[in-house]
């Protein structure tokens, strides 16, 4: 894949097996040497998190407006050392809106006084490999980049937050199992034999999540009561690879609508 990007944190070391940290940045080590980006999932957090002075991931720095009114929180709980050393990091928050569902999801989060680009953005930042340094963050315009000689813009309001433009959930959505993946990756690269039933997934972003119902990463979206959250970031992503955007309409259309219905009511 072009991107592997981790919609689960990996905040703690694994103090049973330590062997699974090293195996795991071992691998991202592989994936970065072969040409794969791997984004690894961070949070907010009121205490931090252990940091490596080593790490691939740094903040936005070129940012209009506000940054106060950016959500987040004291400090950054990231990937434990080994991880920021081979990968990216991004932030996973998608908190819920006043009604209890995701319509706005946030692209920036604050840690302190620093910000950190969401999964959803990284993601399509590094599948399209434009440096954090070549981005333009514009508080209530948008986020802004070049890519094959085109300027991109993603519209944010002054929150850093994005109107999701949701056109897919579960049923919709390209799902392997994680069985499927793995017993795929043994039978072809350990043993050596061909796997028809494995996915093609040259060139592009594939997200790994949890989307069984009895975890607790599942949350209601407009389009689904019960909707994995991992597909909150898909649809972002989704979104801003078509530049399919949800467009406001002007108040003043609204009210003439609305005062139109009325007279002919």
Do not use: M
């Not at 907010?44 to 490596?52: D, I, K, L, M, V």
């Not at 946030?106 to 302190?112: N, Q």
């Not at 993603?154 to 919709?172: A, M, S, W």
């Amino acid at each position: 894949a072009a991107v592997v990007t981790w919609d689960i944190l990996f905040t703690e070391p694994d103090t049973v097996t330590p062997a699974n940290d090293v195996q795991l940045a071992a691998g991202a080590a592989k994936a970065r040497a072969a040409g794969t980006t791997v984004i690894f999932g961070a949070v907010t957090n009121e205490t931090p998190g252990a940091a490596s002075e080593k790490s691939l991931t740094q903040p936005v720095l070129n940012i209009e407006g506000d940054i106060s009114q950016i959500p987040g929180d004291v400090a950054l709980l990231p990937p434990v050392p080994t991880l920021q050393e081979q990968a990216q990091y991004a932030l996973v928050n998608t908190p819920p809106g006043p009604d209890g569902y995701r319509r706005v999801v946030p692209l920036l989060g604050r840690a302190g006084k620093d910000v950190y680009f969401s999964l959803s953005i990284s993601s399509v930042l590094q599948f399209w490999k434009v440096a954090p340094a070549d981005v333009k963050v514009r508080l209530g315009d948008a986020i802004y980049f070049k890519t094959e000689g085109v300027e991109r813009r993603v519209p944010i309001d002054k929150t850093g937050g994005y109107l999701v433009n949701y056109r897919f959930g579960i049923e919709g959505s390209i799902a392997y199992g994680f069985s499927l993946l793995t017993e795929g990756l043994k039978k072809i690269y350990l043993h050596g034999e061909k796997d028809d039933e494995f996915p093609d997934l040259s060139g592009k972003i594939l997200l790994v999540g949890q989307i069984a119902t009895a975890l607790t990463d599942n949350g209601p979206t407009p389009i689904s009561g019960f909707t994995p959250l991992v597909l909150v970031h898909a649809n972002v992503i989704e979104n801003i690879l078509r530049e399919d955007y949800v467009r406001r309409p002007s108040p003043l259309w609204v009210w003439l609508c609305c005062t139109g219905l009325g007279v002919a009511g």
